[in-house]
């Protein structure tokens, strides 16, 4: 045995640990508000925030202790300051890199452990919707930041021919659409244009019918539950998947569905989590954190799904491209990329 290599591992194991229980203090965090208190970036002592929010002195001070710990706030001489960096990521709901929503998606793991055991150890299929509720609202909120500045500004523009197109008047496909965050996105930025969500989902589509309301466009997107490979209508001009065909039990199916109900020039806009082809080349921070949902969320959800082909959220550009060749599609081109997602597209 390598004591070194023990102690190292041990480092990294204990380092792990922390960082699992810093989630549930962020958790703890985005729901009591202390973040959006502190977001002005002014020092605090923990009776400060205890009078801004109502909460418990003496508790605050250990969670404000747990995030000097950690380095996600500065501290001196009893008060504690959330640096302006760091309120862009927990504080700013509007911030591009807004994560607190996101992190009880890493709730519902621990929420579903059980689950995934029984998985395990029988056919491997978790359907999405019994997971722990905390997990929709979850993945609304760590998809939504992302989608608000990237969809219109950057990745629309990369494709071919497309942003004319819903600016003259489009109709538009959103699949796997969940709550609805990315079709809404849409809808506020292009008017002349029609968006249909579909998900078979019945509580998401509920709740996206919800958000087309709150952000004054349910008259230009509309929600209905449908699958993959059965939603009705036809001649699309853009198809979308966000962050959901690796998800599903056939995307073979799902393509081909796609294929026969898109106009002739039409689009499929294909957001995938960033992944390269090869394990090796996602032994990376992003990957690990790809790989360990895939294992609990999107590989049991297709795997409890007729075909079952298990793409996992890494599945890698080589793979999503087989899927859409086999479909009938005879172009399929990486249109950009962010830190956390392929954009690709796909048309006849």
Known sequence: MDESRLNDFMGKLVADMGGAAMLANIILGDELGLYRAMADSQPVSPEDLAARTGCNARLLREWLSAHAAS?????????????????????????????AGGASVIAALFH???KLVKAMRGDGGLPWGDHHPCMFSGTERFFRPGYRAHLVAEWLPALDGVV?????GAKVADIGCGHGASTVILAQAFPASRFIGFDYHAPSIETANQRAREGGVAERATFSQASAKDYPGNDYDLICYFDCLHDMGDPVGAARHAYQTLKP???????????????????????????????FICTPNSLSQEVGLGLGAQAGEARLRKVFEQ??????????????????????
Do not use: W
Request: hydrophobic letters at 35%.
């Open 71 to 99: 380095g996600y706030m500065e501290h001196d001489n009893g008060r504690f300051r959330l640096p302006e960096e760091q309120a862009l990521a927990l504080a700013v709901e509007d911030s591009p890199v807004y994560v």
């Open 164 to 168: 004319e197109k819903l600016e003259a």
């Open 327 to 348: 479909a009938g599609f005879s172009r399929f081109r990486r249109a950009t990329e962010t830190p956390f997602n392929l954009i690709l597209e796909a048309r006849k």
């Open 112 to 114: 579903d452990k059980d």
């Open 265 to 295: 020039d039409g689009t499929v806009l294909l957001v995938e989590p960033y992944a390269n082809d090869n394990l090796d080349d996602n032994v990376t921070p992003v990957g690990r954190l790809f790989y360990c949902a895939s294992t």
